[in-house]
């Protein structure tokens, strides 16, 4: 899943929840800046 960086600020609680099953790459002005990956 990719996620803007305000979006993944507004709703971190969702994303959380949501890496436990998937990772989710986080963009900043469409260029990937990080990875969220559940354990």
Sequence with gaps: MIVNSTELQN???KYLILAAREDI???RNGIPIA???GL
Aim: proline content about 0%; cysteine-free; hydrophobic content about 45%.
């Design 11 to 13: 709703n971190f609680g």
């Design 35 to 37: 990875k969220l990956i």
């Design 25 to 27: 790459t986080v963009t």
